[in-house]
């Protein structure tokens, strides 16, 4: 049967109601209020602010029935899956955290099974224990896992040059399944935890404002650690168009070029590594768009939307506003994310 694959978004997330305690005193938690119709969540010591999330918004994260409806509606052809970055447990003690990430990794397999050939997950990994997650790994990648999603930075006590992980990279090079790298509200992934008593995220800042740092960094410490030489067929996506990655990529050139500093170990000049690298199109402005088209060029661009998320996007309009041909858009659109996630032959039927 031939199959319609025009339209492909890498970046929503699932988070279905069994996971809740799952992963023992560390949570994850939903606290309900009746009374406002809005939600908490924690995750260890973390909690998120209350008023952030309503309750009616549940459904469309769990529930495959009502996302295949939807993305009919806005005739998205495949969309991939991951875990709430609330909820990578980093902190959780190790037994609970493998419980945990087994359970997710079952449960968004058999939520894409209700389509398989419209869904697709990424894997999360109990990164507490490198054995532990490389295990996890093989196991989520027999369950049709099309990759790895972490976190960016404090990955259980690492950041992303760890030699720890190591062994994840070479693992992830050999089976050629892209690291999809999402920043986690700060505190969601450290056990000891405990916000100042006069400090309050203010807006939302944390997610707001420090996600795109944190893409930043993540990028950045890729980098000038030089893992990208020594693991140079590693493939990694970040969504909200990399964060900072567009508009300050020159401060990191510089940093790596200037000797006084000598901070930077990489091999071969920061631009090349961009190869390396996919961003989507979760960004705001039409402007800002544009210039990370410029920088990064089409060949480097996924759709993203944060799907049933606080910012919730259609991005393939964002996209269409991004090009200014059809053979750049269709890149964007779908042909990018085929390639990096081997998608070829998913698709709706064709009438």
Not at 36 to 50: E, I, L, N, V
Not at 153 to 180: K, S, W
Not at 264 to 287: I, M
Request: charged residues 20%.
């Amino acid at each position: 049967m031939h199959r319609i694959l025009r339209k492909v978004d890498i970046h929503s997330h699932v988070m279905p109601m069994e996971i809740y305690g799952s992963g023992g005193a560390y949570g994850p938690e939903i606290i309900r209020d009746p009374a406002t119709g809005y939600s908490m969540y924690r995750a260890g010591r973390w909690q998120s602010a209350p008023g952030t999330f309503q309750l009616k918004d549940q459904p469309t994260l769990f529930d495959p029935s009502v996302r295949l409806a939807e993305m009919d509606a806005l005739e998205i052809d495949v969309m991939g899956v991951t875990i709430s970055p609330m909820f990578y447990l980093y902190g959780a003690p190790l037994q609970d955290a493998i419980n945990y990430t087994s359970l997710h990794n079952d449960l968004m397999a058999a939520f894409c099974a209700a389509a398989p050939d419209r869904l697709f997950f990424i894997p999360t990994l109990p990164l507490q224990n490198i054995d532990a997650a490389l295990r996890e790994l093989e196991r989520a990648a027999g369950l049709g896992g099309r990759g790895i999603n972490m976190g960016t930075d404090n990955i259980a006590g690492r950041d992303l040059d760890h030699q720890d992980l190591y062994p994840i990279y070479e693992l992830a090079q050999r089976l050629e399944m892209p690291i999809f790298l999402h920043p986690a509200p700060i505190g969601t992934d450290d056990p000891a935890y405990e916000p100042a008593k006069n400090v309050k995220d203010k807006f939302g800042f944390s997610w707001l404002l420090g996600y795109n740092y944190r893409e930043m960094v993540a990028f950045a410490t890729l980098v000038l650690s030089g893992v990208l030489d020594r693991f140079p067929n590693l493939k990694f996506c970040i969504p909200h168009g990399g964060g900072f990655v567009p508009f300050q990529l020159g401060r990191v050139v510089w940093a790596a070029t200037t000797p006084r500093l000598g901070i930077s170990k990489c091999k071969r000049p920061v631009a090349e590594y961009l190869a390396n690298f996919y961003f989507d199109t979760v960004v705001h402005d039409v402007r800002a768009r544009r210039f990370l088209l410029e920088i990064c060029g089409p060949d480097h661009i996924v759709v993203g939307s944060n799907y049933a998320g606080w910012d919730w996007v259609d991005g393939f309009e964002y996209a269409r506003e991004m090009v200014d041909n059809e053979v750049d858009l269709a890149k964007i659109w779908a042909g990018n994310a085929v390639a990096l996630f081997k998608l070829t032959g998913m698709g709706r039927p064709s009438a």
